[in-house]
């Protein structure tokens, strides 16, 4: 599913929208997101699951084609668990 089929689907589900406002509703809500996460603070659905920005230490690595011993930076990557009510959907059908 894209980011259209996202904003086709709000406007025929919730109806009185037009694709313009619907596509607005939906940018706002990513942009939400991504600047929540951003400032790494946790988004929690309820029955939909968690959004966990979790940061990752420094740890040795290697070069796969020349075997090249490196260090793989520290990051911060985002994390998605699922809630107990998405898993039995899912699992369900």
């Known amino acids: 599913m894209t980011k ?4 086709e689907k709000v406007c025929e589900e919730v ?3 037009s694709k313009k406002e619907a596509a607005d509703v939906v940018e706002a809500v990513f942009e939400l ?3 929540t996460l951003a400032e790494g603070e ?10 966990v920005v979790r940061t990752k ?9 020349t075997g090249e011993e490196i260090v793989i930076e520290a990051r911060r990557v985002l994390t998605f668990k699922p809630s107990n009510v998405l898993k039995t ?3 369900d059908e």
């Open 57 to 65: 230490q420094p740890r040795p690595g290697r070069n796969p084609q």
């Open 33 to 35: 997101m991504k600047n």
């Open 42 to 51: 946790k988004i929690k659905i309820s029955g939909f699951g968690n959004f």
């Open 15 to 17: 109806g009185g929208f």
């Open 89 to 91: 959907a899912l699992n």
């Open 4 to 7: 259209a089929d996202i904003i």
